[in-house]
């Protein structure tokens, strides 16, 4: 949508319209649009079946071959729809960082995928892979754990996506 208003027109139009027509149509999208597909996934699993969706597709950005190459905008997409896939509200804050952690551990194959994708990335980790960490080092009943995760995380720093993470520590 090009403008606020057109947003809102065609928001309201929707929410008029049948229920059935809606879900046909988010189908359709999801038969041509593997982000569509990831994101229709993750609304209607269970949060363990989310969990396993995570997992499954950082797993697939970590582990690519010659068979089975990503590019930056398909590994982008991918843990972007990853992070949505996350609820801390949901999700146990020892598991949910540990699920972070795998998180971050993609920042290598995503910055060497693609030199035009820099600053998508860069918000991603600094910007809403922060805000999700945070969410659960703040809902986290062990600091120690916290701080374990952090400087783990920072260990290996190469693409200077994860510094921020040093400030977490201090809000626990």
């Known amino acids: 949508m090009e403008t606020i208003a057109k947003y809102n027109r065609v928001r309201k139009a929707l929410l ?6 809606l879900v046909d149509a988010l189908l359709k999208l999801a038969l041509e649009s593997p982000s569509v597909a990831m994101m229709i996934e ?17 797993h697939a950005v970590t ?12 590994i982008l ?16 804050p020892i598991l949910g960082l540990e699920l972070m952690e795998l998180f971050y551990s993609t920042d290598e194959w995503a910055l ?3 030199n035009e994708l820099d600053f998508e990335f860069d918000l991603l980790y600094t910007d809403d892979g922060y805000s999700k960490f945070t969410e659960f080092a703040e809902r986290c009943d062990d600091p120690l754990f916290v701080q374990q995760v952090v400087n783990r995380i920072l260990a290996s720093d190469d693409y200077c ?12």
Request: zero cysteines.
């Open 16 to 21: 008029q319209m049948d229920q059935g027509i």
């Open 63 to 74: 582990h690519q071959g010659r068979r089975s190459s990503l590019s930056g905008e398909q």
């Open 161 to 172: 996506m994860r510094g921020k993470l040093s400030k977490v520590v201090f809000k626990v």
């Open 77 to 92: 997409d991918i843990l972007t729809r990853s992070l949505e896939l996350l609820d801390p509200d949901q999700i146990d």
């Open 42 to 58: 993750g609304m209607v699993s269970s949060q363990e079946k989310r969990i396993t969706l995570f997992r499954k597709n950082i």
């Open 112 to 114: 060497n995928s693609t």
